[in-house]
């Protein structure tokens, strides 16, 4: 099947997506905790990801699907076929304390490389969407590369754990940045980045966090590195940096000063 074939699929699924997180917001959402009680999932997570695992495999009897919620792992790898990453709603604690910033992310990969990634912010009704054949649109609105800028040009996005806790020298890079912006949900920070509304993005990311927006941000030139400066693995967790070749550089260079 063609990319763009998939693209349209993938846009048909997302509309269905949306719907049942409309139809849900006037009654109560189960929730459960998972490791912590910081770390939840709901009915909704549940229900997107068993409709989008449906659907994909409806389409690709065969395919390869990585999902934060039932299909964390897989058995096999085979890298030459179709790999399809799923985060149904990212920024679960968003969604269950305001029923705003949250996505539901897809990403998809073939040898090791982004074929297409989906970001739906679905309160602003905004798909990220492209890939290196189509490039990179919110919408129909087609995004341009965003500016080269450095970290002292602009503002950085993290989570707030790693920040408080000082990982990889966060606090000094916070303070060398224009201001630091937490917001729960990697897909949302990301898309932040990708609009150049930031310059970076650090966080620790599972696969599913990043799949998505790492084959936009690559398709505009930005840089997706390991805080040590390292290509990630997509099957791997990590902590990770989305951002303009400047920044990434500063970013890199001060997470390894000593302390
Ligand atoms: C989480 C969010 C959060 C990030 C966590 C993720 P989830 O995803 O993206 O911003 O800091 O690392 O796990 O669990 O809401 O899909
Ligand atoms: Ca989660
Ligand atoms: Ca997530
Ligand atoms: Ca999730």
């Known amino acids: 099947m063609k ?6 699929l993938v846009v048909e699924w997302l509309a269905q997506a949306k719907k049942m997180v409309f139809s849900s917001s006037s009654r109560k959402i189960m929730v459960e905790t998972k490791t912590s009680r910081n770390d939840l999932v709901t009915e909704l997570d549940r229900q997107i990801e068993k409709f989008l695992v449906t659907q994909i495999k409806n389409v690709f009897p065969t395919a390869q699907i990585i999902s934060e919620e039932s299909h964390p792992k897989l058995d096999e790898f085979d890298p030459q076929q179709l790999l399809w990453i799923i985060d149904p709603i990212d920024g679960t604690m968003n969604f269950v304390k305001t029923r705003r910033d949250f996505a539901i992310m897809i990403g998809v990969y073939q040898n090791n490389q982004g074929q ?6 679905v309160m602003n009704d905004c798909l990220y969407h492209g890939g290196p054949e189509k490039g990179v649109f919110c919408n129909q609105q087609r995004l341009l590369p965003p500016a080269n ?9 993290t989570g707030a754990l790693m920040l408080l806790h000082n990982r990889c020298n966060l606090q000094k890079i916070a303070l060398a940045s224009n201001g630091v912006r937490i917001y729960g949900s990697a897909g949302i920070q990301i898309i932040r980045v990708l609009t150049g509304q930031a310059v970076g993005y650090v966080s620790h990311l599972k696969p599913w966090d990043l799949a998505a927006g790492r084959v936009l941000a690559e398709t505009l030139g930005l840089t997706v590195k390991t805080i040590d400066g390292h290509i990630p693995d ?22 390894q000063a000593p302390y």
């Open 3 to 8: 990319k763009n074939e998939i693209d349209h």
């Open 116 to 121: 297409l990634g989906y970001i739906y912010d």
């Open 149 to 157: 800028l450095s970290l002292n040009q602009g503002l950085l996005e």
């Open 234 to 255: 997509v099957l791997s967790s990590v902590d990770v940096l989305v951002a303009s070749k400047n920044a990434q550089e500063d970013i890199v260079r001060m997470a």
